[in-house]
């Protein structure tokens, strides 16, 4: 079984996430910011990545803490659930459209974490979240789980639309990334001989 537990305790935020890579999508989500919660929730759906998100932060300070803390747990537990990476497909690319919307996702498991992130933003807040903490949680959800990811919003105009299909497409690929090759199941996909 590919599944974590992660606690991550301090003085800011306290998080406890599980995940079971080889689910198929169900979740439980509580951030204490609401488009947070429903991004999270599409990224599990999506990606049928059963996951497990109570995040109890400091929100009467700012939603920094609480987004990068949150992205941090869930891309510790995904590192920790996948192992040394043997036999996963490792990189993985979607295009996620939303009515007016296309976004591009790409990205390799490769334990070199890296972020380009091309999305433009007209609005400062999505309910009650900033627009600056979107790149934010992205860019903490590639360093804690060593992803090279690339996000590219090729076109849109709805703030809401362009941030959901970013999480779609984050989604698709890494179901795409992690999925067991049959071929090389037994072999950790690098020449190198490790990830």
Same mark, same amino acid.
């Given at each position: ?171 698709? =690929?890494?179901?795409? =990334? ?8 037994? =072999? ?8």
């Amino acid at each position: 079984m590919r599944t974590a537990d992660i606690h991550r305790h301090t003085a800011e935020t306290s998080i406890d996430v599980t995940v079971n890579l080889d689910g198929t999508g169900i979740y439980s989500v509580s951030t204490g910011i609401g488009f947070l919660d429903h991004m999270i929730e599409q990224l599990s759906r999506h990606s049928l990545i059963d996951m497990t998100v109570k995040t109890v932060g400091d929100l009467h300070v700012d939603q920094h803490h609480t987004t990068e803390d949150t992205a941090i747990a869930i891309g510790e537990a995904l590192a920790k659930a996948l192992g040394d990476k043997r036999g996963i497909s490792r990189f993985g690319t979607a295009h996620a459209p939303m009515d007016e919307t296309l976004t591009r996702v790409s990205l390799d498991m490769s334990g070199r974490p890296w972020l380009v992130f091309k999305v433009p933003f007209t609005v400062q807040r999505l309910g009650e979240w900033d627009t600056e903490m979107i790149e934010h949680w992205f860019q903490s959800f590639a360093q804690s789980a060593g992803i090279t990811l690339h996000v590219e919003n090729l076109y849109g105009s709805n703030n809401h639309h362009i941030v959901e299909s970013c999480f779609k497409g984050l989604a698709r =690929a890494l179901r795409e =990334a992690i999925e067991i090759d049959p071929r090389k199941a037994d =072999a950790i996909p690098s020449t190198k001989g490790i990830l």
